[in-house]
């Protein structure tokens, strides 16, 4: 398979252990110095090559994800957007309480 970044993913099986072939499965990044970060490495594709699943991600599945990550990314920036405001109007509260103190 290959993701957006332009990475490779392979499978192959070699020899036996136990009567059972043994599948091997890596990754062949798309430039010559890339080091193994798994930030860098979309999920569904990390999964895959560790073999927490038996097939490679489908482009249905990438696109999904894909647009789950977006979704996630808009809300989490409505909440933190929102955690600001709440935190300009506490402080704004918190001032004018202060300067009525003050005045007393």
Excluded at 71 to 92: F, M, N, P, S, Y
């Amino acid at each position: 398979g290959k993701d957006a970044m332009g990475n490779k993913y392979y499978r192959w099986y070699e020899g036996a252990v136990q009567g059972e072939r043994v599948e091997r499965r890596e990754v062949k990044w798309h430039t010559a110095y890339m080091m193994y970060n798994p930030n860098e490495m979309h999920p569904l594709w990390r999964m895959w090559l560790r073999k927490l699943r038996d097939a490679p991600p489908s482009e249905q599945e990438m696109q999904q994800a894909l647009a789950k990550e977006g979704a996630l990314r808009h809300k989490v920036a409505e909440l933190d957007e929102a955690e600001r405001l709440r935190r300009l109007r506490q402080a704004a509260v918190g001032a004018q309480a202060a300067q009525g103190g003050a005045r007393a």
